[in-house]
């Protein structure tokens, strides 16, 4: 039989944020109950992934050889001007004076060019860093939702159309927030998106668009229209920007607990 308090445990139990008392209490109700050590499991499985949805940034390795060989640049540029020689030794140099120039203008040039691929290198990375902050504070919110009180939690499973999706709807009804959490979706085509979709009495209301990493993984914030008159959610293929009503590819549906 199922119980509500120790339901709403059981988010906690998979992140390890319970009093010893309240985990003796979980591990007696999963003793009994297999349903609820399935959902158990699934939380503790989901809770473990946190820390590698977001894929690790490695500078590339030719970053560090452009950087040394610009230090050479700039070394040789500040080397002292040799001491003056006798007159013949004088005489070379001048000879030498425009082999030198020309010489002096390519290591300039080549300066030049690796500061300008250093800058775009510069660019990229912040552009890489800025995308691990988003995906940082989605994995945030996600961890808020299963920490929450009182927050459903809805098995989400895929269709005939891509049988191997599956995920979990996470609300929080006295926030009017939610959270899906998807994997094994296929990538799709650039004119093509994934919309998610609300349900209730037969109808369908747009809850937001994702898309997927090549893992078929997601993670998408729903920010408003989260509540009990919901019944079900699904997930549809949709040309770019969205539809008004979910086509006929739906590839996951679920039914809120």
């Given at each position: 039989?199922?119980?509500?308090?120790?339901?709403?445990?059981?988010?906690?139990?998979?992140?390890?944020?319970?009093?010893?008392?309240?985990?003796?209490?979980?591990?007696?109700y999963?003793?009994?109950?297999?349903?609820?050590?399935?959902?158990?499991d699934?939380?503790?499985?989901?809770?473990?992934?946190?820390?590698y949805?977001?894929?690790?940034?490695?500078?590339?390795?030719?970053?560090?050889?452009?950087?040394?060989?610009?230090?050479?640049?700039d070394a040789?540029?500040?080397?002292?001007?040799?001491?003056?020689?006798?007159?013949?030794?004088?005489?070379?140099?001048?000879?030498?004076?425009?082999?030198?120039?020309?010489i002096?203008?390519?290591l300039?040039a080549?300066?030049?060019?690796?500061?300008?691929?250093?800058?775009a290198?510069?660019?990229?990375?912040?552009?890489?860093?800025?995308?691990?902050?988003?995906q940082?504070?989605?994995?945030?919110?996600?961890?808020?939702?299963?920490?929450?009180?009182?927050?459903r939690?809805?098995?989400?499973?895929?269709?005939?159309l891509?049988?191997?999706?599956?995920?979990h709807?996470?609300?929080?009804p006295?926030?009017?927030?939610?959270?899906?959490?998807?994997s094994?979706?296929?990538?799709?085509?650039?004119?093509?998106?994934?919309?998610f979709?609300?349900?209730?009495?037969?109808?369908?209301?747009?809850?937001?668009l994702?898309?997927v990493?090549?893992?078929?993984?997601?993670?998408?914030?729903?920010?408003?229209?989260?509540?009990?008159?919901?019944?079900?959610v699904?997930?549809?293929?949709?040309?770019?920007?969205?539809?008004?009503?979910?086509?006929?590819?739906?590839?996951?549906?679920?039914?809120?607990s």
């Open positions: 039989m199922m119980n509500d308090e120790l339901e709403a445990l059981l988010p906690l139990y998979a992140l390890e944020a319970l009093t010893p008392e309240e985990r003796a209490q979980v591990e007696a999963i003793a009994v109950n297999p349903e609820a050590r399935m959902r158990l699934e939380l503790r499985q989901m809770a473990a992934r946190l820390p949805a977001a894929p690790p940034v490695t500078p590339p390795p030719a970053l560090k050889q452009k950087l040394m060989a610009r230090v050479g640049a040789r540029r500040r080397q002292p001007a040799p001491e003056r020689k006798p007159s013949l030794w004088t005489a070379w140099q001048q000879r030498l004076a425009p082999v030198a120039l020309t002096s203008l390519g300039a080549l300066a030049l060019g690796w500061g300008v691929m250093l800058n290198e510069v660019v990229r990375l912040r552009a890489e860093t800025r995308q691990l902050q988003e940082l504070a989605a994995q945030n919110r996600l961890l808020a939702q299963l920490t929450a009180p009182g927050a939690i809805t098995e989400v499973g895929g269709t005939a891509q049988p191997e999706a599956r995920g709807f996470i609300a929080d006295q926030r009017a927030t939610a959270v899906l959490v998807v094994g979706l296929r990538p799709l085509p650039p004119d093509e998106v994934y919309q979709w609300l349900l209730r009495d037969g109808v369908a209301v747009g809850a937001g994702f898309t990493d090549e893992a078929g993984r997601a993670v998408l914030a729903v920010d408003s229209g989260v509540t009990d008159e919901f019944t079900a699904g997930v549809s293929i949709e040309p770019a920007g969205g539809s008004l009503a979910p086509s006929e590819r739906i590839v996951m549906l679920g039914e809120l």
